[in-house]
């Protein structure tokens, strides 16, 4: 077969069955040993024994096909964010514009927003010390309703994160984990329907380095085999170095036993990159990678596009 590899050999094909029960087969031919041998009738078989064809559905067909994004929402509420009255805080109100925690959540949530059909998004804080009792708190939900985080909107959770900022008192530390596995426990009652029906983003706003890497990097691990994506946005000037190696482009990310991710889930963003830029530019970087993230969850799982008949029907017949 070595020459057959040259490219000096070729592939004669036979006549192909018509009963199922026999093999396709080629003949693999040599030119030359068939001129220069009468006897030669071949080199070998190549016998076709198996043959699968599988489809890899794209992004727009699980939209199409009734999959919706499920966006929640976190925000760092640690003290290092600097007092919310002062102009010098990254949670300042400005009277006249947004600050860079609002820029970055309207940017990219009204992109996702258009992905989900209710358009309610869970909304929650970490890092704060939270009434009435003010005990630090890593997973509360900005509404102070508990039983139901959700917010009406982007513009919902906007208001929610004006109205608390005064409520509650920034703390520390900055842990992360928690809030992805919150997340994450949702994720995994939608894993267990073996159905394109929920994906799920968590778009974090942080100000700095985490403290609970561990626990992030075992929470991100636990994570990449569900559906879900997480997109973590830097605010402010800290030194983001660490954040990189969460994002995994430069590497895979494992936790802290060895286990690698299943599959990247994680796009991190300095929103200092953007400061300048359009909040579409700031918004197409951060969610460029989450229909790919998407695709390989399902597609990895083999689950197809719910109700993607009626879709391809009608893509099948429009003009």
């Not at 020459?3 to 036979?14: F, T, V």
């Not at 890899?56 to 964010?81: E, K, P, R």
């Amino acid at each position: 077969m070595k020459s057959a590899m040259d490219g000096k050999q070729a592939l004669s094909q036979e006549k192909l069955p018509t009963d199922l029960g026999q093999k396709i087969q080629w003949e693999c031919i040599n030119p030359k040993y068939q001129v220069k041998k009468k006897n030669y009738r071949n080199s070998g078989m190549v016998i076709l024994t198996l043959c699968k064809i599988i489809k890899m559905h794209s992004f727009l067909d699980y939209i199409m096909g009734g999959c919706q994004i499920q966006f929640t929402v976190a925000i760092d509420f640690t003290a290092s964010n600097g007092d919310p009255r002062n102009s010098c805080s990254l949670h300042y109100i400005h009277p006249y514009q947004p600050n860079e925690y609002l820029k970055a959540l309207i940017a990219v949530g009204e992109i996702c927003q258009d992905y989900d059909s209710d358009k309610m998004f869970p909304a929650f804080g970490f890092g704060a010390q939270i009434p009435p009792d003010f005990k630090v708190s890593h997973d509360f939900a900005v509404n102070f309703d508990e039983d139901n985080p959700e917010c009406a909107g982007i513009q919902g959770v906007v208001e929610a994160y004006q109205n608390c900022l005064p409520k509650i008192q920034l703390y520390g530390p900055t842990n992360i984990a928690p809030i992805i596995q919150k997340v994450a426990d949702s994720a995994s009652e939608e894993m267990h329907t073996k159905e394109a029906m929920e994906y799920f983003i968590l778009l974090i706003l942080t100000d700095g380095v985490i403290t609970d890497m561990a626990d992030t990097r075992e929470a991100i691990v636990h994570a990449s085999h569900l559906p879900m994506s997480v997109i973590i946005v830097g605010i402010g000037s800290a030194d983001f170095s660490d954040m990189q190696m969460l994002d995994g482009d430069d590497g895979i990310l494992r936790s802290p036993k060895g286990e690698p991710v299943l599959r990247d889930i994680v796009q991190f963003v300095p929103f200092r990159n953007f400061k300048h830029a359009s909040p579409t530019a700031l918004a197409k970087s951060v969610l460029a990678e989450v229909p790919n993230q998407v695709v390989d969850y399902y597609n990895g799982k083999g689950i197809k596009p719910k109700c993607l008949s009626d879709y391809e029907s009608s893509r099948a017949f429009s003009p």
